[in-house]
C-alpha cells in the first residue's frame, strides 16, 4: 500500500467511525494524521515533519519519543499492570508517586488521590471540598466560584466550573451551585495591574457576599489561565486570591493540570507565587501525556480533618484506575526526566527567550497583545493595535494564522484571535527562533490576504 493510500484509507475510516473531541465532521476533513513524534517534532502519515508548539495539549513536557517512559511502562507491565488501589490495597508505584509529589507541591500539600485526567481531577477537588466542610459540620458549603475564560475539563461539575460558555451551549442545565466571576485579563481594556488584581478580585469577593459565604466551598483558578489564551494574572491577584479565602473561609483549589510538572519554572505555578492553595489538581505534564493520569494533593490540615472521623465517615470517592500501577510508573520515570535534565530550569529560560522573541513581533501590524510566563506564551491579534479593536469574528484570523503555521510545519491552537504557545520544555532557543520564524511567516501570509 502506498503512503498516500494508506493515508486516504485513514481519513476515510476515521469519518466514519471516530467522534473526536470538539467534533463535528465537516472541520474534521483534511485533517492531520500523526503518528510518530521525537523531540519537539511530530510527523504525519504523509511524513511531514511539525514542530509541536503546544506539546500537543500542553502536556509533552519531555518532548516526544522517550524509550525510557515506554520502558518503565513496560517493566510495571510485565510485573505487574494494575491491581486496585481501593483501601485496603495499595501498589509501590503509586505509593512512591503520592510521596514524591507531596514532597515537592507548595507548602504542606501532603497527600494525593489519583485520577485519570484532569476533568476527574478537579471533580475530585469539588467533592473533596465538600466533603471537607460536611465533615467539619458545615455542610451549607458546597458551592464553587471559578473565573470566566478559566478551563477545567468538560464532565459535568468541571463542564460548569469552565469559564466558556461555548462548553455549556446545547447541553442543557449545568450543575448547581457554580459561579463565574471575573478573569483577570482587564489588563485589556487599560487597566494597570493592581487595577486588574482588584476588579477580578471584587468580582470574586461580590459573589461571596451575594451567596453568603457559608454556602461557599472552594474557589478554583489556574494560576495562568491555559485554554483560555494564556491569560497571565499580575502576582498580587494570586496572593490576594489567598487572602480573600482565608478572609471568608473558603477553600483555594489550584488548578496546576497545565502548569504543574515544570511548565513554568518550578514543579508548580503556585510555588512562584509564594502561595500554598488547599486542594491542587493536577494531570497532564506528570506523565508528559504518555498515560493517562492525574490526582488532587490535599494540605496536611484537611488530611488530618478526614483522619479525625470515625473509621466509618470514608472519603466515598473512587475511580477504577485511581493510582493505577503503570500511570505510576511512567509518572516517576518522567519526573526523574524533568529533574535530571533540568526541565523546570529551561521553561524558565528559554521560556523567557520565547516570550522576547514573540515579543518581536509586534513590529507586524495586527499583533494586539504579547504575553508569556515560563514556558507559556500567546500573541493576540488585533484589527488596530492602537485602539485594541478587535477582528470582526468572519474574519477568524487567529484559526488562518494557525492553518498557515501547519502549511510551514509548526502546530499550536488558538481561542480566538489568540494564537497560544508551549512548546515541550527541552526546546532549545534556536527551536524557539525556527518556530517564531513560521509564526511571522504565516502571519506575513495571512494579512497579504486580507
Ligand atoms: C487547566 C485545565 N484543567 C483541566 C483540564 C481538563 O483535563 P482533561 O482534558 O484531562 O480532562 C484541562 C485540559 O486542558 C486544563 O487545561
Not at 499492570?81 to 514532597?103: C, H
Not at 507541591?105 to 497527600?111: E, S, T
Not at 475564560?149 to 461555548?166: E, F, K, N, P, R
Amino acid at each position: 500500500m502506498t503512503v498516500q493510500s494508506r493515508a486516504q484509507e485513514l481519513a476515510a475510516q476515521d469519518l466514519a467511525h471516530l467522534i473526536h473531541p470538539l467534533y463535528h465532521e465537516k472541520a474534521q476533513e483534511g485533517a492531520l494524521i500523526i503518528e510518530r513524534g521525537e523531540g519537539i517534532h511530530v510527523w504525519d502519515v504523509n511524513g511531514n515533519r511539525y514542530i509541536d508548539g503546544l506539546s500537543c495539549l500542553w502536556n509533552v513536557n519531555v518532548g516526544h519519543g522517550r524509550r525510557e517512559l515506554g520502558e518503565a511502562a513496560l517493566r510495571q507491565m510485565e510485573q505487574l499492570a494494575f491491581f486496585n488501589n481501593y483501601t485496603g490495597y495499595a501498589v509501590p508505584s503509586a505509593v512512591q508517586l503520592a510521596a514524591r509529589i507531596a514532597a515537592l507541591a507548595p507548602g504542606d500539600l501532603n497527600a494525593v488521590f489519583f485520577t485519570s485526567g484532569g476533568a476527574e481531577s478537579n471533580e475530585s477537588a469539588f467533592k473533596m471540598a465538600r466533603f471537607y466542610w460536611n465533615i467539619q459540620g458545615r455542610p451549607s458549603k458546597t458551592k464553587v466560584i471559578s473565573r470566566m475564560d478559566g478551563y477545567h475539563g468538560v464532565s459535568l461539575a468541571a463542564m460548569s466550573a469552565t469559564g466558556m460558555s461555548v462548553y455549556w451551549d446545547r447541553f442543557g442545565d449545568r450543575a448547581p451551585g457554580f459561579y463565574h466571576a471575573v478573569s483577570p485579563n482587564q489588563y485589556r481594556l487599560g487597566n494597570t495591574p493592581e487595577e486588574t488584581a482588584r476588579l477580578a478580585l471584587d468580582s470574586i469577593e461580590e459573589i461571596i457576599r451575594r451567596e453568603g459565604a457559608d454556602s461557599i466551598a472552594a474557589i478554583i483558578a489556574e494560576p495562568i489561565q491555559g485554554a483560555g489564551g494564556v491569560i497571565v494574572p499580575p502576582p498580587s491577584y494570586i496572593t490576594g486570591l489567598r487572602q480573600l479565602c482565608d478572609r471568608h473561609e473558603v477553600l483555594l483549589i489550584a488548578d496546576e493540570v497545565i502548569t504543574g510538572f515544570g511548565r513554568t519554572g518550578t514543579w508548580f505555578a503556585m510555588s512562584q507565587f509564594g502561595v500554598q492553595p488547599d486542594i491542587m489538581s493536577f494531570a497532564k505534564g506528570v506523565t508528559s501525556g504518555y498515560i493517562q493520569l492525574g490526582g488532587i494533593v490535599i494540605s496536611e490540615r484537611m488530611q488530618r480533618a478526614l483522619a479525625a472521623q470515625p473509621v466509618d465517615v470514608k472519603w466515598m470517592h473512587a475511580y477504577t484506575y485511581s493510582g493505577h500501577a503503570t500511570a505510576c510508573a511512567v509518572a516517576l520515570a518522567n519526573m526523574d526526566i524533568i529533574e535530571r535534565e533540568h526541565l523546570a530550569d529551561n521553561a524558565k529560560t528559554v521560556g523567557a527567550y520565547l516570550l522576547r522573541a514573540l515579543e518581536g513581533l509586534r513590529n507586524l501590524p495586527h499583533v494586539g497583545d504579547v504575553r508569556g510566563f515560563g514556558m507559556l506564551g500567546r500573541v493576540e491579534f488585533v484589527a488596530d493595535p492602537r485602539t485594541k479593536q478587535a477582528f470582526p469574528a468572519a474574519a477568524r484570523y487567529g484559526d488562518r494564522v494557525v492553518a498557515e503555521m501547519r502549511k510551514r510545519g509548526a502546530l499550536t491552537r488558538n481561542r480566538a484571535d489568540v494564537v497560544c504557545f508551549a512548546p515541550p520544555l527541552i526546546t532549545t532557543e534556536t527551536q524557539v527562533d525556527e518556530l517564531t520564524g513560521i509564526v511571522r511567516e504565516a502571519v506575513q501570509a495571512v494579512d497579504a490576504a486580507l
